[in-house]
Every structure is written in structure tokens, then in C-alpha cells.
Nanobody, 127 residues
Framework: QVQLVESGGGLVQAGGSLRLSCAAS????????VGWFRQAPGKEREFVGT????????YYADFVKGRFTISRDNAKNMAYLQMNSLKPEDTAVYYC????????????????????WGQGTQVTVSS
């Protein structure tokens, strides 16, 4: 199993930047992907982006393209979500998630496409 811990959330003004980190521990060598999701109050958890653990291929939700970037450092067992040009509507709890299975790109955009989750980190963007 893998354990995930997010960090780096906080309060930022609109237009600002934050970098979230996801520390993975346990059986990380056979992970296939790490994804980022977010959930605002009263809303469903939504896909932000995902990255292949071994090949580093990434793709994103349309609403974050050009603003957010996902990266990973396999040697450190870390994944990152760099968020730039933040907007108030980006306010949410952000979660990282990981998986050992090979799944379709479609499945990777769903919460059910990941078996392991962190506890989340709050991001608040003020206007």
C-alpha cells in the first residue's frame, strides 16, 4: 500500500501562486499514476490533473490548462501541483491520489480511478 500526505495549501490572493506537495510512502515503486482532485463546499470532487508515475505523461482538466502544472520526483517519492494565476473559484480542498493499476485516460479523470487518497489540503483564494 501507499500512504499519501499533502501539504502546501493556504490563503493566497487572486493572481497568486501556490505549490502543493504530495509525499508518498510505502510501496511506491509500482505506482502507475498520481492524480490531483479538488472539492469545494457543496460540490463533488473534481479532477484537476494526473501524471504517470514512470513516464511522467500528464494531462489536465480544461479549466486549469495553462495555469496548473503537475510534476513528480520519483527519487523523492513526491508529486507536485504548481498553481499559478489562481482565481477565487479555485478555492477548495485539494487531494492527491495514487493507483497501482493501468487505467484508461477516461478512468483517470474519475475519483474511482484511484485507490489511495491523502487527507487533503485547503486552498483559499481571496478576491
Amino acid at each position: 500500500q501507499v500512504q499519501l500526505v499533502e501539504s502546501g495549501g493556504g490563503l493566497v490572493q487572486a493572481g497568486g501562486s501556490l505549490r502543493l506537495s504530495c509525499a508518498a510512502s510505502g510501496r511506491t515503486f509500482s505506482l502507475t499514476a498520481v492524480g490531483w482532485f479538488r472539492q469545494a463546499p457543496g460540490k463533488e470532487r473534481e479532477f484537476v490533473g494526473t501524471i504517470g508515475w514512470s513516464d511522467g505523461d500528464s494531462y489536465y482538466a480544461d479549466f486549469v490548462k495553462g495555469r496548473f502544472t503537475i510534476s513528480r520526483d520519483n527519487a523523492k517519492n513526491m508529486a507536485y501541483l504548481q498553481m499559478n494565476s489562481l482565481k477565487p473559484e479555485d478555492t477548495a480542498v485539494y487531494y492527491c491520489a495514487a493507483d497501482y493499476q493501468f487505467r484508461s485516460a477516461r478512468d483517470r479523470k474519475l475519483p474511482t480511478g484511484y485507490d489511495y487518497w491523502g487527507q487533503g489540503t485547503q486552498v483559499t483564494v481571496s478576491s
